[in-house]
């Protein structure tokens, strides 16, 4: 369970300040992909972060006993001028893999993430969708209760999006998803209930189609 209690969140501006949530208390319930729907502008990516409990907010607390991954769409945390290589071994050894384990986790992210020689180079020299592929088979390569996804699903070919959403569909087996998208296809074969964020408040959605609905009715 993810549970929020006066939770704020809000950006200083020139204007005052910008509220993404204000004094928001609700419960999300263990076990159910949750689906993360609200206009560009809302804030749906810093909500999917404080969920993941890796950006706090300005008041208020978020509390949950299960475990998260990075953002996967976002590409952050990697070393610029390691290798994709490299940035791999350095997160593998961060949480504790064995020798062996870190050069199957190597050879799985090498071959998901399609990268080829520059898999080899320098993370500074990736365009942000090779970044968020990167990130994407790496995450998968790790057990967590829930996976953070920011529209990594989009990038890439139409095989590779095909490849990706199938990885993800097995990998959710075991686990969870906290998903922001767009694609409202996608939010519907992945996901169980939603949540729509608008104006600084939040709706929750035991059916996902209720959410994708909601989200329709604010857009109009």
Known sequence: MIRLHKVSKFFKT????KYILKDVSMELPSN???????????GKSTIMRML??????NKGDITSDKSFSWPL????????????????????????????????VINYVKEFSELDDYF??????????????LSFGLSLSFDFD?????????VGDANFRKKS?????????????????????????????GIVVNNGEIQYFED?????????????
Do not use: W
């Open 120 to 133: 080899d180079m320098p993370i500074k020299t990736y365009s942000s969708g090779m970044r968020s592929r």
């Open 14 to 17: 020139k204007t005052g300040k």
């Open 146 to 154: 829930y996976l953070l996804i920011d529209e990594t699903l989009s």
């Open 73 to 104: 769409g976002l590409g952050g945390g990697f070393v610029g001028n390691m290798t994709g290589r490299a940035n791999v071994k350095f997160v593998c050894r961060l949480y504790g893999k064995s020798a062996k384990e870190i050069d199957e």
């Open 165 to 193: 959403k199938a990885a993800l569909l097995k990998k959710i087996e075991s686990c969870n998803v906290l998903l922001v998208s767009h694609d409202m296809g996608t939010l519907k074969d992945i996901c169980d209930c």
């Open 208 to 220: 996902v189609n209720a959410a994708i609905s909601k989200y329709a009715e604010i857009n109009k």
């Open 52 to 57: 993941g409990q890796i950006e706090f907010p």
């Open 32 to 42: 159910k992909n949750v689906a993360i729907l609200g206009r560009n502008g809302t």
